[in-house]
């Protein structure tokens, strides 16, 4: 790392004040804000400053994960002030080497003001790391959940992306029974390949009943009043999509099947693992730019 590095650390939640705290610990210069009411942030590291008269000094800004949930502040739950995403990136010096993930219509803002984000998100490093923990944190809610347990379970996954790879792997491990719904011919070939039962998607509903834990996957309402219909009361549904989810909530409500979505499980149960994750994504890029 090059010494004497300037960095601010903006919002967000356990993962943000990780990434300060290694920061300083590593002997550079760090500056959190909107993260003062955040416990395992340093109490040393608490920056009452302006941002105004911080942000300048930075040489690198590391935002949270998402940026924003209102496309217009930035993600402070730590915090009882605000600060628009406006007010932020018409305070960064230009040439900041600034980071965040899920940055959406953000970008298009930064760009506006002369900044260029990195979506760490969207790093294959990242997103392998990030899936994997997902996977597990996953698991550990349907262990907490259900009465039964998971060895001999029949699992449904819905969707075949990393964290859906990820769950397979430590399902099979548990001796569960696990069926995959995929819609690429590729995939139900992997699925097959892995020890599961491949599932087209357009056959899923058949398989719906005698699920006793359904994990979706997938960013998009698959599981709708019709098929939420099919499922036994006794079973339990974890939606590890993002925003908006692949299952009826209300529907799910209504029909009586319990329902967990399950948003940002690594920012919950693994904040340490998910922050270190994000620093050395961020310090991979850095060593791309030239600047690490």
């Not at 003001?113 to 997902?134: F, M, P, Q």
């Not at 809610?141 to 990820?166: T, Y």
Request: aromatic share 6%; glycine share 6%.
């Amino acid at each position: 790392m090059v010494p004497y590095k300037t960095y601010a650390v903006i919002g967000g939640d356990l993962r943000q004040a990780h990434i300060a705290n290694r920061i300083a610990a590593e002997g550079n210069t760090v500056y959190p804000l909107l993260l003062e009411e955040n416990p395992t942030l340093l109490r040393e590291l608490i920056c009452e400053e302006p941002l105004e008269t911080v942000l300048p000094r930075c040489d690198v800004v590391i935002l949270p994960l998402p940026l924003s949930v209102d496309d217009s502040n930035i993600n402070a739950p730590f915090s009882k002030r605000k600060l628009s995403l406006k007010h932020c990136f018409e305070s960064i010096k230009p040439g900041t080497a600034i980071f965040a993930g899920k940055v959406d219509a953000a970008a298009k803002l930064a760009k506006k003001y002369g900044h260029s984000i990195t979506d760490y998100l969207e790093r294959e490093e990242l997103a392998v790391k990030n899936a994997a923990i997902t996977a597990e944190a996953a698991v550990a809610i349907a262990v907490e959940e259900q009465p039964v347990a998971l060895f001999g379970s029949h699992c449904l996954i819905v969707g075949h992306g990393r964290i859906a790879r990820s769950l397979m792997r430590i399902l099979n491990g548990m001796s569960a029974s696990v069926a995959v719904a995929a819609r690429k011919y590729g995939d139900l070939a992997q699925i097959q390949a892995e020890g599961c039962e491949p599932i087209p998607f357009g056959e899923l509903k058949r398989y719906l009943h005698d699920a006793d834990i359904v994990f979706n996957t997938v960013p998009a309402k698959v599981l709708n009043r019709e098929e939420l219909s099919l499922i036994r009361s006794t079973t339990l549904l974890i939606d590890l999509a993002s925003r908006p989810g692949g299952i009826d909530l209300d529907a799910a409500g209504e029909l009586g099947v319990k329902t967990i979505w399950a948003l940002s499980l690594p920012g919950k149960t693994s904040p340490i693992s998910a922050g270190e994750f994000i620093w050395e994504t961020v310090e991979n890029c850095l060593r791309e730019r030239g600047d690490a």
